[in-house]
């Protein structure tokens, strides 16, 4: 038999299984709910939502107590912008307007991303398609539930959403200058610079609009008929109709302010505004748009567009009344967004618990997930991170997580289960060896040895 | 070195040394560029500004043992970039003198209480261009202040390394964590490179004897130079190697893997040079032989992503954690401009995972010093060491700290810069 790495990982990383739904009691602990303070106490976690939250709550028979003295509970983190858990493939950039294809027909339950987001405290994430061009693929968000097919990451009855881009990624293939084959300038791709990329959003929803008006007044008679379906206009038009969420990768204030009225011309909304690195230049406007904000604490200086980025920008656009959230973009950084947070406070002085929401409840708020996710609050799902340290803090480490109710992460564990998963490697190993031919010539190049 | 006219007097702060036990309620007073004082009941010297330290701890400056700060400005602009020199052998470029002082990294390094990093000519990983897959010696890295009117200015060490890029077996340099462990991909046909493990190994093994030959020629160079033979040429190339033969400068040598590192220390002994290991990884296989040869090395980024797949997620979190189990002296460096100014919360990460939190706070200030051989100087609060200090709200590995004063060679710095100038301007739009 042949050795699949993939399938050996998943099974050692999977065996710390998550059960059932059960039902927990977690015992004295800090638990900051987001959005109704922070005090001493427990929760009960029962049939997979929160069920009880207070100083002292019930705990019936047969339930679980985990007891978190000296530990903190936060809500399970959600991270706004990732592009874990696909098949690697994310960016269709082969054409400026790439609508109809579906980051849902590549999600890879085992990428091992996820696990590790887990182990970080994130329990969703928005999953997005690339930003090669100006409108890009389908989105939606998933629920780190490590262990389960595809469908069963999906996040239930979230609204879907649309990923645009603006700026530099957009115009990058377009760029005359930046792509060469043998020394020839390609033909770039349409377009290559940011008036470009507004025209070819403008030129995308007048057709959009053209189609959507086919299609009402099909439904309006309900003779003849139909239009003909074009999958390509099929999202534009549910993004026209308010229900598929617009994610737009932007930098520049020039190129938000660019879209946001776009937007106000063709009478949609620009549900968030990913990355948004100046946005703390056009605050008022995105406000007035009632446009998200998800961007990156600190990030800076990686590109042109970046320059300009200063890591007050969460604060800033917080404080002028922009619903704000903290995102990764980024397997690695993925794993520690609640420190990210606390660099909302060291930058530009939010509080804890604003800063703790910008990871939690307005990434929730932001998704249109707020009713389940996001918060400790009675009946919403038993998403829960458990930290022995005050969570906005690089000391901080994850104990426990638990999403839907079900514990899917626990360090304890994690760590003691190594050493049986390193026996079973190594047996794996040495029986590849046995399998392995005994000649070795011959494998390099012609006429072996 | 020009030295700060001002006197100033801390009075009434809490100082960590660093290099000793904390000091509560006392006063420093910084002259001529050095820490003149440090006591209980000190009189503040005639004509000295005093800063009010109630409450506020004092503690040196730190130090990013892996940066190339003043080369490269944003990272994917090339005319911004000045890492990555071409050639395979570039002992004789100096970071020192391409740093620009203007760069609007050390306006912001600064406010998080970074007062000296080390900048390569070409880290070798993140940040800007590394040079080249094929480079082997990158040229000189120096140690600088993180201000100065001029790189001259700012140098505390215009020479604090040569950097050596180690052949990596099979180009796995990287980290993603999608490649299979090694044990495994060593038995696949292929999967170490399009032609192979083998083949990989011998491309490995070329590449190490050319490092060797360039090494042999120096050293004939230095023979030739030091009889003066007839015909001699003075060659500056092989005259930068030098003092690396001498023993006088390190080899930062970038190496990741553990049976690279371990031939990189073989090649070093066999060489007679000082080395300091950059960025290592599999500190747990390699860490007794650092220890044993007194190999310092400095850590790459805490924050980062496991090496292979099936590798514990928090196997970069604790490798410092490791590294302090073996007994290995060890310092960290972000390696990419970027990240800088988060050296400290990497520290942090490094105390999450194990790391006693005195250690953490030396491997950014007193070991960096000591590694690059000025800790006589600086990376401690002591009397007669250059006055790289900051003044804190509290705990300088915690995030939520804030620096609120910072001294390079005694003179105040102001905690402004780009980034705090348009929060400014924009926080006031109406």
């Not at chain 1, 917080?318 to 406070?345: C, F, P, T, W, Y």
């Not at chain 1, 929401?357 to 458990?386: F, H």
């Not at chain 2, 930062?252 to 990884?281: C, G």
């Not at chain 2, 030396?362 to 990376?379: F, L, R, S, Y």
Request: with cysteine; net charge neutral; charged share 25%.
């Amino acid at each position: 038999m042949k050795l699949s790495i993939r399938q050996y990982v998943f099974a050692a990383c999977f065996a710390a299984a998550p059960l059932c739904a059960q039902t927990y009691v977690i015992k004295n602990a800090t638990v900051m709910t987001v959005s109704k303070g922070t005090f001493k106490g427990s929760i009960l976690v029962k049939d997979g939502k929160i069920a009880e939250v207070g100083e002292k709550v019930m705990e019936p028979a047969g339930a679980k107590v985990i007891d978190a003295s000296n530990q903190y509970v936060i809500p399970g983190i959600i991270d706004c912008h990732s592009h874990i858990a696909g098949d690697g493939g994310i960016n269709e950039g082969s054409i400026s307007v790439s609508s109809m294809v579906d980051i849902k027909d590549i999600i890879n339950p085992e990428d091992i991303a996820i696990y590790r987001a887990l182990a970080g405290g994130v329990t969703t994430a928005n999953i997005l398609h690339g930003s090669a061009n100006a409108i890009g693929g389908r989105t939606l968000p998933l629920k780190m539930r490590w262990g389960k097919d595809a469908q069963g990451m999906i996040f239930e009855g979230a609204t879907p959403g649309i990923k645009f881009a603006l700026g530099e990624n957009p115009k990058r293939a377009g760029n005359p200058t930046g792509r060469a084959i043998n020394g020839q300038a390609q033909q770039g791709r349409y377009p290559a610079t940011r008036m470009g990329v507004e025209d070819v959003i403008r030129e995308a929803f007048n057709n959009a609009k053209i189609y959507k008006a086919e299609w009402d007044a099909y439904a309006a008679k309900k003779t003849g008929i139909p239009p003909r379906k074009d999958l390509q206009m099929e999202a534009l038009k549910e993004v026209l109709e308010g229900k598929r969420f617009v994610h737009a990768h932007s930098y520049r204030a020039d190129e938000i302010l660019m879209l946001l009225r776009i937007a106000d011309d063709y009478g949609f909304k620009i549900r968030t505004l990913q990355h948004v690195l100046e946005g703390y230049k056009v605050a008022k406007e995105i406000a007035a748009h009632g446009a998200g904000a998800s961007t990156f604490s600190d990030w800076w200086s990686y590109k042109m567009e970046a320059f300009d980025a200063i890591p007050y920008n969460a604060a800033i656009m917080q404080k002028k009344g922009v619903v704000v959230s903290l995102n990764s973009d980024d397997a690695e950084l993925m794993r520690h967004l609640n420190s990210e947070a606390g660099k909302a406070i060291k930058y530009g002085g939010v509080s804890e618990t604003e800063a703790l929401a910008m990871v939690t409840l307005n990434p929730a708020k932001q998704l249109g997930i707020d009713n389940r996710v996001g918060s400790i609050e009675v009946g919403k799902d038993a998403d829960l991170v458990i930290y022995d340290k005050f969570p906005l803090s690089d000391y901080a480490k994850v104990q426990k997580v638990l999403i839907d109710g079900t514990v899917y992460f626990d360090r304890d564990n994690e760590v003691s289960g190594r050493p049986g998963k390193a026996a079973e490697k190594q047996k794996m190993i040495d029986k590849e060896k046995q399998n392995q031919p005994r000649t070795q010539g011959g494998r390099g190049g012609r006429g072996g040895q | 070195m020009v030295l700060s006219a001002e006197t100033i007097v801390i009075r009434n702060a809490d100082v960590y040394p660093v290099t000793g036990a904390a000091m509560m309620g006392v006063t420093v007073i910084l002259q001529d560029g050095k820490i003149a004082e440090i006591g209980a009941k000190l009189l503040p010297p005639k004509g000295a500004r005093i800063i009010e330290g109630k409450g506020l701890r004092v503690y040196p400056g730190m130090i990013d043992s892996g940066t190339e700060l003043g080369l490269s400005e944003v990272s994917s602009t090339r005319e911004t970039v000045d890492t990555g020199e071409i050639g395979e052998f570039m002992p004789q470029l100096r970071a020192l003198s391409a740093v620009n002082p203007e760069s609007e990294h050390f306006g912001v390094v600064r406010v998080n209480g970074i007062t000296s990093v080390m900048t390569y000519p070409a880290s070798g990983g993140g940040g800007g261009r590394g040079g080249g897959g094929s480079q082997h010696i990158s040229g000189q890295a120096a140690l600088i202040h993180t201000d100065g009117w001029t790189w001259e200015d700012m140098a505390v060490d215009r020479s604090a390394a040569m950097h050596l890029i180690f052949p990596s077996l099979g180009g796995r340099g990287g980290r993603g964590g999608g490649m299979a462990p090694d044990a495994i991909l060593d038995m696949i046909p292929g999967a170490a490179g399009a032609a192979g493990f083998t083949a990989a190994k011998r491309t490995y093994d070329a590449q190490v004897a050319k490092i060797v030959a360039f090494f042999d020629e120096a050293r004939q160079y230095q023979k030739e130079r030091a009889a003066n033979a007839p015909g001699f040429k003075r060659d500056l190339k092989l005259e930068a190697m030098i003092p690396v033969l001498e023993g006088k400068v390190p080899l930062a040598v970038s190496a990741s893997r553990a049976s690279v590192i371990h031939d990189a220390i073989a090649f070093a002994e066999k060489q007679k040079v000082k080395i300091v290991i950059l960025q290592p990884r599999d500190i747990a296989k390699v860490g007794a032989e650092l220890k044993a040869k007194n190999i310092p090395v400095i850590l790459g980024r805490v924050l980062a992503l496991p090496d292979t797949e099936d590798s514990p997620y928090d196997e970069a979190f604790t490798q410092p954690a490791e590294a302090y189990k073996a007994g290995v002296k060890f310092a960290f460096g972000t390696f990419n401009n970027e990240f800088v100014r988060n050296l400290p919360y990497q520290a942090a990460t490094a105390v999450g995972f194990g790391l006693p939190y005195d250690e953490a706070l030396k491997a950014v200030t007193i070991n960096a010093a000591q590694i690059w051989g000025h800790g006589n100087e600086i990376g401690s609060v002591e009397k007669g060491k250059v006055a790289d200090l900051i003044v804190t709200t509290g705990d300088p590995l915690e995030i939520t700290t804030q620096v609120k004063y910072l001294f390079i060679k005694g003179k105040e710095v102001p905690l402004v810069n780009k980034q705090t100038r348009l929060y400014e301007k924009y926080m006031s739009r109406q």
